[in-house]
């Protein structure tokens, strides 16, 4: 058997970073079972889905790297209605679907008794019986079509996550497959979807659980063979309540780019949402496709915590080629206004400094000095900036003119010398040359900064102080 899976989300808005950690668990269990995960776009819903949600989607999930093995044949349910009314056709012929012509206010009025009575909402009129005479079909009232659930025992599956499950079929509604303008219902198109594309395990939400017993039935009755089911708790934002923008918390898979995360440490840091692998908290996409297994997802839920997404994505920076940062980093410095030169070599400054940020918004604005100089904050001229500070740069900048060979350790070999002839500590010099050359106190060491930017500069920073 080759294992499938799939991604399934609904274009009527962003892509939620709960579904991302719903798509990397069902990538990771088919990349583990050398099987294929697959793309659907649940898009029935057409008043709210839109095409600009559809492009959302797609470029998130090129964002984090969630390669789908169907990418040159996404499914769309929109694409499909012909396929849901054919089989929709079948189960009235056979007998599992029967025709409602129940008016809005009788179905209200179920609800209500369904409501004070706690039984299933629909009393089944319209459901045909052995013996039973149906009520007189209303002039002009186009029915919608409902799934015959079976009245008797429990619909029951071992959940890969929450265990057993079993849900009493008299619980159960006869849901509607087809609404009155022959529009298929979304749980009627996931069954058909996922018994057409070959689907073995479907890895979804536990907001779903509800939906399963229901699927399960129509399922076995179109004689499709049942997937298995893992339904993954819920993210909750930091504060244990369910993530919201309304809340103020960053939701949206896109908006995680702009706040300079890496896509490889998104996935790592949702791969630890409500899994584990002993202690281990960072790893690759490989390593973890090599330890993932269902049972170690816990079914309870789980917490947003954006200082270890930031620490996670500072380690994925240390790692990350110089050559592969400065693509990521050089637009968000013209943004910043800044320009990169030839000289220093944004690889080289990135090397020097990439080991100072958790982000890549942060990693920008380590790299702006070596480029242009920054204007010193008041706290650090009142701190570190004396009267005597001016002439003692232009004096230091003297002896930097005349080293015969630019490098770190050639400056380094200056300072010594320099502070004991001064009669100052070394603090004394290195804080007023940064903030002479670099505009900020806050630097890597002050040597090789001023290698990187070049002397040239350097001397012109000094002198022009």
């Not at 071992?158 to 009493?168: A, F, R, T, W």
């Not at 050559?323 to 800044?338: E, I, M, N, S, Y």
């Amino acid at each position: 058997m080759t294992v499938k899976t799939r991604f399934a989300p609904s274009p009527t808005g962003y892509l939620h970073i709960g579904g991302v950690r719903t798509a990397l668990f069902s990538w990771a269990f088919a990349k583990k079972h050398k099987g294929e995960f697959l793309l659907r776009i649940e898009d029935t819903d057409l008043e709210r889905s839109t095409a600009e949600s559809v492009n959302i989607i797609l470029d998130g999930m090129n964002w984090v790297g969630l390669d789908y093995d169907n990418a040159d044949n996404v499914i769309y349910q929109t694409r499909r209605f012909d396929r849901y009314k054919e089989v929709i056709a079948e189960l009235l012929a056979q007998g599992h679907a029967y025709h409602c012509y129940c008016s809005k206010e009788e179905l209200e009025a179920m609800r209500e008794k369904a409501e004070k009575e706690g039984t299933a909402t629909y009393d089944r009129r319209w459901r045909p019986e052995p013996g039973k005479t149906l009520p007189e079909i209303p002039a002009g009232r186009e029915p919608v079509v409902r799934f015959k659930t079976p009245l008797e025992g429990v619909t029951k599956w071992h959940d890969l996550v929450k265990g057993e499950i079993s849900i009493p079929n008299e619980a159960l509604d006869d849901l509607i497959i087809a609404r009155a303008d022959g529009t298929p219902t979304y749980n009627f198109c996931v069954v058909v979807d996922d018994c057409d594309m070959g689907i073995t395990h479907v890895i979804r939400g536990d907001d779903h659980v509800n939906n399963t017993p229901k699927q399960i039935n129509i399922l076995k009755a179109i004689g499709a063979k049942l997937p298995e089911y893992a339904h993954l708790p819920m993210i909750l934002n930091e504060h244990g309540k369910k993530i919201s923008k309304r809340s103020g918390d960053t939701v949206a898979i896109t908006d995680f780019g702009q706040m300079g995360i890496l896509p490889e440490a998104m996935l790592n840091y949702l791969a630890r949402l409500g899994w584990a692998h002993g202690d281990d908290e960072f790893f690759t996409m490989k390593q973890f496709v090599e330890w993932f297994d269902l049972k170690d997802v816990s079914p309870s839920p789980s917490r947003m915590d954006l200082k270890k997404l930031y620490w996670i994505n500072g380690e994925h920076i240390k790692i990350t080629p110089n050559d592969t940062l400065a693509a990521l980093v050089k637009p968000r410095l013209a943004v910043r206004g800044v320009e990169v030169l030839d000289k220093p070599a944004l690889e080289d400054v990135l090397a020097l400094v990439k080991d100072r940020a958790q982000d890549l918004n942060t990693l920008a604005d380590e790299c702006v000095y070596f480029y242009q100089k920054a204007v010193p904050a008041e706290a650090d001229v009142q701190k570190h900036w004396s009267e005597e500070a001016p002439a003692r740069m232009r004096r230091f900048a003297d002896l930097l003119e005349a080293l015969p060979d630019w490098n770190a350790e050639a400056i380094h070999d200056l300072f010594k010398p320099f502070c004991e002839a001064e009669g100052i500590k070394m603090g004394q010099l290195g804080m007023p040359l940064r903030l002479a050359v670099c505009g900020t106190a806050k630097t890597p060491s002050v040597d090789a900064v001023l290698a990187l930017i070049g002397k040239e500069e350097v001397l012109k920073r000094i002198r022009s102080t």
